[in-house]
C-alpha cells in the first residue's frame, strides 16, 4: 500500500530535470485550495480543499516530529534517546502546556472581542472563525487538532471549563495554507510551505502569541534556548507547590520526570510520596470537593454529559433523559460525601469509586480522572502521540502529493488542451475538476456516516480515506455535531484507542454494511496512487496486467528500445498514460527527498503524447 506499492519493478520512462522552477508542475496543484470553499459550514460535509489543507498539516506535523529526532542537542535537555520516543515525548509534553496557555487567552480574547465592536466573524449560526492574528504556532495547533478528535472529550470540555465559544471554533484552515494567487507577505499570511511543509507564523499572529505566553513561537526555540521545561505540581498533602522537571537526564532520575511512567517524586515540604495516582485522586477530590459545596445550582455532574447513553445532550438541551442520569450520578456523590473527601478519608481513585459504588456512567467518570491529573479530561499528551499513528500513515500514502488528489480532464485529451496557449500558465498538468481521490474520499464517508443510523450500537470502523474525512469534519465541531443529529440521530463519538481485535471484528462489519448500502461499491480497497489515478481515468486499477509486467523488467537495449517494449507492455493507451502519470510523480518526490529540482513539465506531456 505504499507509494512503491505498485510494481517497484517497473523503470519510468526518463524525465528531463527542469531548469527552472517554472518549467516543472506545482505539487500539489493550488487548485485544490481554491476548487472548493476552505470556509466552514454549519451542515454538510468537509470539501475537497478542507482535506487537502488537512493532509498538509499532517505533512507540517510529520515534519516537526522528525526535526526533535534529529536535534541532537536535545540529549543535553532530556538525556539520551536511544528508541527516539523519549525526545518527541517530552516535547508534546511541553506543546501541551503552551496549548493549556493559548486555550484560555484565546476563549477570553473572543468573548472580548464580541463584546466588542469588531466583533467575530460569525456566520449567524453560532459557528465561529478564529480571528487570524489568532492563530497559534504549529505544535499548539497540533494539540488543538488532537483534542478535537476525541469530539465528545472536547466539548464536554468545552462545557466543565465553561468555554462554551471554543466548542463553536471552527480549525481555521484557510489561515494555514499558502493560497496560490496571494504572495507570501509575512505580516498576512499565515502558511504551510508545500515544499518542506514548514509552518511559518504571521508577525500579527507571533506578536499574539508572544504577548500572552512570554514564550517563543517555535517550541524547538522555546525548549532549546531556556531552561529545561518543568512542570509545576502541588502536593496533595501539604499543597506545596513543586517545580518537576519534563524529563530527568539521567537515567537513573527517569522516574522523577513527569513524562515517566512510573513518575514518582518526595514532596519538599512534607516527604509524602507523590504518583501520577495520587495527583488523579486529588483532582477527583477537589471536584467532589467543590461539587458537593456548590449545593443548589451548581454544576452538572463532574466532567460527564449522558452522551453515551442517548446522544443527546448538546443536541437537545432539555432531553429530559440526560438529565436524569446526571442528576442521579449528582445525587449519588452528595449522599455518599455528605463532607468532602479527604486524602486521609480516601487516599486513591479506587477509594472513592469504591465509595461511590456502581452507577451507569461512572467508569465513564471515572476514565476522566484516571487518565491524567490535569484539568482536561484526558490526556492531551497521549491523544497527540495515539494521532501520530495517524500521521504517519498519512506521510506513508503521500496522498497530498498524489497525481490522483483530484480529477482531470480526460488524459488523452491532452493534446486539446495544449493547444490553447492561453490557458497554457494556468493550466500545470491538465485543469483539475474536484472529482478524483479526495472527492470519492468524502462521498465515502458521507455512506459510512449513514450507517450509524442503520446500525445502532456496532462498532462501525473506517478506512484511512474515510477516516482522513471524518477527522477533517470534527475540526469544525459545531458542523460536526449537526452532522452527527442530521445523519445519524445521535452523537458519534470517535475512538482512536479501540484494540486491534475489536477493530478486525468491526472492518469485516462495516465492510459488508457498507457494500449491502451502497449496492456493492468495494469498501476495502487499494488506496495507492496507481490505482487512484486508475479510477480518474475510469481504468480497471491492478489486476492481471503481471506477466505483461515481466516482459518490461526483462527488457535492455537504449531508451528507443526500451520504450517500445514498455508500451507493448503497458496495454492500453489509457493504462499507459496513468502508469506514465504516476511515474513522473513518484520520480519527483524522489528528487525532491534527495534535494534535486523538480521534472520538466513539457517531459510528461511528451510522454503521455508518445505514440
Ligand atoms: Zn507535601
Ligand atoms: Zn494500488
Not at 65 to 87: C, M, Q, T
Amino acid at each position: 500500500m505504499s507509494l512503491l506499492h505498485f510494481r517497484k519493478s517497473t523503470i519510468p520512462p526518463v524525465f528531463a530535470p527542469a531548469a527552472t522552477k517554472k518549467d516543472t508542475p506545482a505539487i500539489p496543484d493550488p487548485q485544490v485550495f481554491t476548487i472548493t470553499t476552505l470556509q466552514p459550514a454549519v451542515s454538510g460535509l468537509p470539501t475537497v480543499s478542507q482535506c487537502a489543507v488537512h493532509l498538509e498539516l499532517l505533512e507540517a506535523f510529520a515534519r516537526l516530529r522528525h526535526r526533535v529526532y534529529k536535534e541532537e542537542a536535545f540529549s543535553e535537555i532530556f538525556g539520551e534517546d536511544p528508541e527516539k520516543n523519549l525526545w518527541w515525548r517530552a516535547v508534546v509534553e511541553v506543546a501541551v502546556g503552551r496549548f493549556g496557555i493559548w486555550w484560555k487567552a484565546v476563549s477570553e480574547e473572543l468573548a472580548i472581542r464580541e463584546e466588542g465592536e469588531a466583533g467575530v466573524a460569525n456566520n449567524g449560526s453560532g459557528l465561529k472563525l478564529l480571528p487570524r492574528d489568532l492563530l497559534p504556532p504549529l505544535d499548539v495547533l497540533m494539540v488543538w487538532h488532537s483534542y478535537m478528535l476525541n469530539p465528545r472529550r472536547y466539548n464536554e470540555d468545552c462545557i466543565w471549563f465553561e468555554m462554551s465559544a471554543m466548542m463553536n471554533v471552527a480549525f481555521p484552515y484557510e489561515h494555514v495554507v499558502r493560497m496560490p494567487a496571494v504572495p507570501f507577505k509575512d505580516e498576512q499570511h499565515e502558511a504551510i510551505d508545500d515544499d518542506k511543509w514548514d509552518y511559518k507564523l504571521s508577525g500579527h499572529a507571533t506578536r499574539y502569541w508572544e504577548r500572552v505566553s512570554s514564550q517563543a513561537p517555535h517550541i524547538l526555540e522555546e525548549i532549546l534556548w531556556k531552561s529545561p521545561p518543568k512542570r509545576l505540581i502541588r502536593c496533595p498533602a501539604c499543597a506545596k507547590e513543586i517545580d518537576v522537571l519534563i524529563c530527568e537526564v539521567e537515567p537513573e532520575n527517569r522516574k522523577r520526570g513527569w513524562i515517566s511512567e512510573e513518575f514518582a517524586v518526595d514532596c519538599e515540604g512534607c516527604g509524602v510520596g507523590i504518583t501520577m495516582e495520587s495527583l488523579c485522586a486529588e483532582k477527583f477530590r477537589k471536584d467532589i470537593k467543590s461539587l458537593i459545596e456548590g449545593g443548589e445550582g451548581s454544576r452538572m455532574s463532574p466532567r460527564i454529559t449522558s452522551l453515551d447513553l442517548q446522544g443527546a445532550t448538546y443536541l437537545h438541551p432539555s432531553s429530559p433523559t440526560s438529565f436524569d442520569v446526571l442528576n442521579s450520578l449528582n445525587n449519588l456523590i452528595c449522599t455518599t460525601f455528605p463532607e468532602p473527601p479527604t486524602l486521609q478519608s480516601h487516599p486513591t481513585l479506587t477509594s472513592i469509586i469504591t465509595a461511590l459504588g456502581t452507577h451507569p456512567v461512572l467508569p465513564l467518570l471515572q476514565s476522566c480522572y484516571a487518565e491524567t491529573p490535569t484539568p482536561y479530561s484526558l490526556n492531551l499528551s497521549l491523544a497527540v502521540l495515539r494521532q501520530g499513528s495517524f500521521v504517519d500513515k498519512m506521510h506513508h500514502q503521500l496522498w497530498i502529493r498524489s497525481p490522483a488528489l483530484m480529477g482531470r480532464l480526460p488524459l488523452d485529451s491532452i493534446p486539446l488542451v495544449r493547444a490553447r496557449p492561453e490557458t497554457r500558465s494556468v493550466v500545470l498538468i491538465n485543469p483539475p475538476d474536484t472529482s478524483g481521490f479526495l472527492q470519492r474520499a468524502v462521498s465515502r464517508y458521507e455512506s459510512y456516516f449513514a450507517l450509524f443510523k442503520l446500525h445502532p450500537g456496532k462498532i462501525l470502523v473506517p478506512t484511512i480515506d474515510v477516516d482522513l474525512v471524518w477527522h477533517t469534519a470534527m475540526l469544525t465541531p459545531l458542523a460536526y455535531r449537526e452532522y452527527c443529529k442530521n445523519v445519524a440521530g445521535r452523537f458519534i463519538d470517535h475512538n482512536d484507542k479501540l484494540s486491534d481485535d475489536i477493530l478486525d471484528d468491526g472492518v469485516e462489519y462495516t465492510s459488508t454494511a457498507f457494500e449491502e448500502a451502497t449496492g456493492g461499491e468495494e469498501y476495502r480497497k487499494c488506496l495507492c496512487w496507481h490505482c487512484e489515478t486508475a479510477l480518474n481515468e475510469g481504468v480497471k486499477p491492478g489486476g492481471g496486467k503481471e506477466e505483461r509486467w515481466k516482459v518490461w523488467k526483462k527488457a535492455s537495449g537504449d531508451g528507443k528500445e526500451r520504450w517500445k517494449v514498455w508500451k507493448k507492455a503497458s496495454g492500453d493507451s489509457k493504462e499507459r498514460l496513468v502508469r506514465v502519470r504516476v511515474e513522473y510523480y513518484r520520480e519527483v518526490e524522489k528528487r525532491r527527498r534527495d534535494g534535486m529540482g523538480g521534472l520538466e513539465r513539457e517531459g510528461l506531456f511528451a510522454a503521455m503524447k508518445r505514440k
